[in-house]
Structures are given as C-alpha cells and as structure tokens.
Nanobody, 123 residues
C-alpha cells in the first residue's frame, strides 16, 4: 500500500513537502513515481526513480522546482516542492511498479497506487 500525505494550502512561491509511506513492498525493488491530477485534466507524471535509485526523471513542467528523495529504511518517499505556482494545484499521488529494465514514468505502467493528497496553491 502507498499513502501520500502532507498536502494543504500554500501561497504562490511557497514550499511544501509531501510524503509517501509505502508498506507491503520494498523501495529497493520497485520504481516509484509521483503524479498529479488537476481538476478537469489528465493525470500527469512529475518524477520517477528506479528501484536502486540509480536513475531518475523529472518532467519539464516541474524541473528545477520539484525534487524527489527516498528513505529506504523507513520505506518512505518524499516530494519536495518549492516556488509553487497556481497551476500546481492538484491531487498528488505516489505509485510503484516492480523495477523495470528501463525506467519509465508513464502512469499506465504503475501497478500500485495510493490515495492522493490535495495541494492547493492560492493567494
């Protein structure tokens, strides 16, 4: 299971850190991704990293503002967001898939999804 948390209301330019607690599977053997879905829009991939953390990808829309980190001992993944914009308002989710030969971030490839957490950027 995966459970995202840490969402809330933040002003434009602000920062937020989301957590994804993972249970029942190992981060070392699974690729992990962060995704979001804004009202009326399709799910968008943001970042993903491979099971052994030797490969990562970041979507152009968040590059330079969003980063991802892992704590394998605590089986937790973090999404650190800075310089938030109004258009970052969305439900943010984490997902996992058994490690693939090549890292892909497309949401259709991910098997395990948790409940998302809402991030609202508003002044």
């Amino acid at each position: 299971q995966l459970q995202a948390s840490g969402g809330g209301l933040v002003r434009p330019g602000g920062s937020l850190r989301l957590s994804c607690e993972v249970s029942g599977l190992s981060l070392r053997t699974h690729d992990i991704g962060w995704f979001r879905q804004a009202p009326g829009k399709e799910r968008e991939w943001l970042l993903c990293s491979s099971g052994n953390d030797d490969s990562a990808r970041t979507a152009a829309s968040v590059r330079g503002r969003f980063t991802m980190s892992r704590d394998n001992e605590k089986n937790t993944v973090f999404l650190i967001m800075i310089n938030l914009r109004l258009e970052d308002t969305a439900v943010y989710s984490c997902a996992a898939v058994p490690r693939l030969p090549t890292l892909f971030c497309h949401p259709n490839l991910y098997d395990y999804w948790g409940k998302g957490t809402l991030v609202t950027v508003s002044s």
